[in-house]
């Protein structure tokens, strides 16, 4: 294909960002049209969230477009959950028996602001903010927007047009609103919402809690989570119902109420949170929702990627990673120098769907562990032979988080089937008293566990193959 052509990304967020710079790179015009300010020059929203958890399947995005330096200067490891049970007593539950796996916290703003710079250094990259745009007519390949400084509206034109736009994509809205073509789309909501909140260092980059940890306060039909920030900092996010529970975001009206919650629940955490109440009332309370959607392409026009496509919850941190390895398998794709852009979408999709699907089931599946299943006794058993298990024989087994977090080379879907398998096959095992944790943890009492759970999970996958339900 032509590499001259001229490619229009709606959205500057994270995906269109890292898209437009790999996009530069193979030597395409790319125009990107973001409808908010220019985040360089203005100061993000208060209640959206300032940072993330970035892993491997990110990062393999990031060494495409090699950054993997600069980014490494933005991240703060976080080697496990530190569970903080209703007395205030901890223990750290780490992510993998393997020292080299864990998880970084890192800034949405400096990882955008990154990329955005990287990009704009292309003679081949142009960036205009306050732009919304407000439809797509994707048999035109047109796009039109609304100027925010003039309050004008326009046409702009582009062989192809990508949205990478977020969970509210205006070109997936002009997909189903023309109904040109047989288009599917599905948006369901938890019934939790998130409001975001925040623990102040003491003094300038002093922290008050573990720095290498994302603290989780779980209490079975909510939580409360806590991430690191490099200034000493920890961002804050409550998950809690609006409307069920003798404690939902519908009741919590008042400051009492609000200090009465964290007293009963949350005391070691309201110790450090003098800002509770100022934030509590300030930040918005926002949604939780999956959104799943096909086609993603119209043709050889125009694309879905990132959030646009398949926005998931956030309980997997894997909301960004997905989206950088959604630009990955687009440039795998792109290096087999097919005919048309409407063989590369197709091929694209056909590949991506499916393990896109995979995740956002994965996040709902993580939210009921995190917030209930983590301070469950024999799910700590579990952890506790997982790590075992990876540490000791770390190329037979990973867990069900690791073969998501760590294992890039994996598929989600694939990495969803083996890893509910596991699941169920320690689960069971346990909780029908065939295995136990040992005494002594060593290979010659470990091995005989990890055979009886790599028998028992082979056993639930030929079953659920037998059945039709790997899927």
Request: net charge negative; charged share 25%.
């Amino acid at each position: 294909m032509n590499k001259q052509q001229n490619i229009l990304i709606i959205g500057a967020g994270l995906c269109g960002s890292l898209l437009a710079l790999r996009l530069a790179q193979r030597g395409y015009n790319v125009s990107i049209y973001e409808k908010r300010p220019d985040l360089r020059k203005v100061k993000m929203s208060a209640g959206r969230s300032i940072n993330l958890a970035f892993s491997n399947r990110g990062n393999k995005g990031i060494k495409l477009v090699e950054l993997e330096e600069k980014i490494k200067a933005l991240c703060i490891p976080m080697k496990g959950r530190m569970i903080h049970d209703a007395h205030g007593n901890t223990f750290q539950s780490n992510y993998s028996g393997k020292s080299h796996e864990f998880i970084n916290s890192i800034s949405r703003r400096d990882l955008n602001v990154l990329l955005l710079d990287e990009a704009e250094k292309h003679e081949n990259v142009n960036i205009y903010f306050n732009k919304k745009c407000k439809s797509v007519n994707f048999e035109k390949t047109t796009a039109l927007f609304k100027d925010y400084s003039t309050q004008t509206e326009f046409v702009e034109d582009a062989d192809v047009i990508i949205a990478t736009d977020g969970a509210g994509s205006a070109m997936r809205k002009s997909y189903y609103l023309e109904k040109k073509f047989l288009f599917s789309f599905s948006q369901n909501y938890l019934s939790h919402g998130y409001k975001e909140l925040s623990i102040l260092p003491k003094t300038p980059g002093e922290y008050q809690l573990e720095k290498n940890a994302l603290h989780i306060w779980p209490r079975g039909d909510f939580m409360l989570i806590a991430l690191p920030n490099l200034d000493g900092s920890f961002t804050v996010t409550l998950f809690l119902s609006y409307h069920d529970g003798k404690y939902n975001f519908n009741n919590l009206a008042e400051e009492n109420d609000v200090l009465e919650f964290f007293q009963n629940e949350f005391p070691d955490a309201l110790a450090i949170m003098p800002n509770l109440l100022g934030d509590f009332f300030k930040n918005p309370t926002s949604p939780l929702g999956t959104i799943k959607c096909t086609p993603w392409h119209y043709k050889g026009n125009t694309l879905l990627m990132g959030d646009a496509a398949h926005a998931i919850v956030p309980f997997y941190g894997q909301g960004m990673n997905a989206s950088f390895e959604d630009v990955v398998e687009l440039d795998n794709i792109l290096d087999k120098n097919l005919s048309t852009w409407e063989e590369v979408f197709q091929t694209y999709e056909h590949q991506r769907k499916q393990d896109t699907d995979a995740i956002a089931d994965l996040a709902v599946d993580n939210f009921h562990e995190m917030k209930d299943h983590v301070a469950n006794p024999i799910f700590q058993e579990k952890r506790k032979l997982e790590m075992a298990f990876e540490q000791h024989f770390p190329d037979a087994y990973a867990s069900k988080y690791a073969l998501v977090t760590f294992n890039e080379n994996m598929g989600y879907h694939e990495a969803m089937l083996k890893g509910r398998a596991q699941d169920k096959a320690i689960l069971n095992l346990l909780n029908d008293g065939v295995i136990a944790y040992p005494n002594t943890v060593n290979l010659k009492t470990l091995k005989p566990i990890l055979e009886k759970v790599k028998t028992e999970t082979n056993a639930i996958l030929d079953d659920n193959r037998i059945a039709g339900l790997n899927y």
